[in-house]
């Protein structure tokens, strides 16, 4: 039964675009979020996180945004870059930080 | 700062063999996790360690897989004996206490074949 879905497995975008990736879940007792990038052969390495009290977050070029009542949170990437390639995993906790649970992952590929 | 080393990066066994992975975290880290990955999934949590003492080891498959965390520092988990279905990347991860709770650190993994 997963609970942190993310239902797109890959995703292609132009460079210089917006890269939206999305995820879903169940549980409406998780109470932070994240999102963290990883490039083949290296460990994930964590990009941004949300609390339930935030509908929304940024750092640099990454946006996330959370909607609580759809159970469902999504990443803007802007401007989109080659070097973003990579595979996105969300992640929710239900006790802010313990027991981290990951979706899939989705394949990102930024074409020049 | 050095990252979070793990080896050995690959291993490959036949099943009912026995198979241990090493964790050495970034210093001063003291929260330690380590995680498997099965192709085509998200990372999935074995075992938390807190300094030395467990904080949460629920999905750890017991009855063939065990963790240590010697002296709040380097850590060793180990599959005995080994299933097809263990074939994963296990992810070692650490974290300061004070640091946002989930900027985990990740190791590059340790890919395991089993035949």
């Known amino acids: 039964d997963q609970q942190v879905k993310q239902n797109s497995p890959s995703l292609s975008v132009q460079e210089g675009r917006i890269s939206i990736l999305n995820c879903d879940y169940t549980?409406?007792?998780?109470?932070?979020f994240l999102w963290y990038k990883k490039y083949p052969a290296e460990g994930p390495t964590f990009l941004i996180s949300i609390s339930s009290i935030k509908d929304k977050n940024e750092d640099g070029r990454f946006t996330v945004f959370l909607n609580k009542s759809a159970k469902h949170l999504s990443l803007h990437i802007v401007p989109s870059q080659p070097g973003d390639s990579a595979v996105y995993f969300c992640a929710a906790s239900l006790d802010y930080g313990q027991n981290f649970v990951f979706g899939p992952g989705t394949r990102l590929s930024v074409l020049p | 700062e050095a990252g979070v080393a793990q080896s050995p990066r690959y291993k490959i066994i036949e099943k009912r063999q026995s198979v241990a992975f090493w964790c050495n975290p970034i210093?001063?880290?003291?929260?330690l996790y380590w995680y498997q990955q099965i192709l085509g999934q998200g990372p999935k949590l074995l075992i938390q360690f807190q300094n030395n003492g467990v904080v949460d080891d629920s999905q750890l498959p017991k009855d063939r897989f065990s963790a240590e965390r010697l002296k709040g520092v380097d850590s060793t988990l180990k599959i005995q004996p080994a299933k097809l279905e263990d074939s994963a990347v296990y992810l070692c991860a650490s974290t300061f206490l004070d640091r946002d709770p989930g900027e985990l650190f990740f190791g590059e993994g340790s890919r395991l074949t089993v035949l």
């Open positions: 549980n409406s007792m998780f109470d932070y």
């Open positions: 210093s001063g880290h003291a929260t």
